[in-house]
């Protein structure tokens, strides 16, 4: 049983978040984000941002999946989150029916975010990247030497991916199970040393760039 913990000063939404977890999780509060703790996931109250925004460090702990819960945040700052490495944002009104389902989600290596907001979350990591780096320090043969290492079928999923679907509609258009859509996936990963579909859907728009002329 995955090991969730809940970051929040808030007593009503930490006992709604629990009641809706409790029978599929071991689930516990988390004191200090700032110290060791041990956990699957985190689900983190967005409060915390609006009161300390140095918080956005603590996503690049790869170890742990965080979803972040806020109140109508607006779309600047759902995309901030995830290019800072949280795994995805869900509203507080929607919890008690969602997120069960959005932590499972999470946990599975998916990313949980409105499919809208797919598309600009890749274009301000693209636009990040390119202030990072050069054409002379991009790799581009090696990436498209690991892209080539893939089977026609890790193709079919990747390319998938880049489009903004989930593992449920891929699956669905590919008439496999889930669960093989989640083997793809690890071992697209493997082979193209990424972390997650968000980094894979910005190194297949890099790969694409390139081959347009456009790095």
Known sequence: MANILIYSNNPQLTAQWTHALIAEYNV??????RSEYTADAVIFDAKKLDDDASLLTVFANKKVRFLVMGCDWPEHKQIEVLINGAAGYCEQSEAS???????????A???????????????VLTSTRRTQLT?????????????ASLSAREVEVADMIRQGESNKRIAFAMNISE???????????????????LRLALLLKEIDQYQRGML
């Open 109 to 123: 290596g998916d990313i949980w975010i409105r499919r809208a907001l797919v598309p600009k979350v890749i274009g």
């Open 179 to 197: 669960r093989t859509v989640k083997a793809h996936l690890s071992s697209i990963f493997r082979k193209l040393n990424v972390d997650d579909r």
């Open 28 to 33: 516990s509060m988390l004191h200090s984000i």
């Open 135 to 147: 054409p002379s320090t991009v790799d581009t043969e090696l990436k498209l030497k690991q892209l």
């Open 97 to 107: 029916e969602l997120l069960t389902r959005a932590v499972a989600c999470i946990l």
